[in-house]
């Protein structure tokens, strides 16, 4: 739990309740880092997260459709 957090899902079905959202030690730093970063190219430009955005979700999609093979179903 401390290092990974509660996760999204308890956070809902408890309310939030306790002080923020308990994200854990190993995931706080890499959104700190994510939430500076992102700021220096909002303020540079921005458009610029829109267009990371939009080739992230395709990098996504594109390794979706590429990885994830349909399981075979049984025949009887």
């Known amino acids: 739990m401390a290092a990974l957090g509660r996760g999204m899902l308890f956070i ?5 309740t306790g002080g923020g ?3 854990g030690l190993l995931l706080a730093i890499p ?3 994510g939430s ?9 430009n921005p458009t610029y997260p829109w267009f990371f955005l939009s080739a992230a ?3 996504c ?7 994830v093979k349909e399981p075979e179903t049984a025949e009887r």
């Open 12 to 16: 809902r079905v408890q309310g939030g």
């Open 21 to 23: 959202p308990g994200i």
């Open 31 to 33: 959104e700190m880092l």
């Open 36 to 44: 500076l970063v992102s700021g220096y190219v909002y303020s540079y």
């Open 57 to 59: 979700l395709g990098l």
């Open 61 to 67: 999609a594109i390794l979706t459709f590429t990885l």
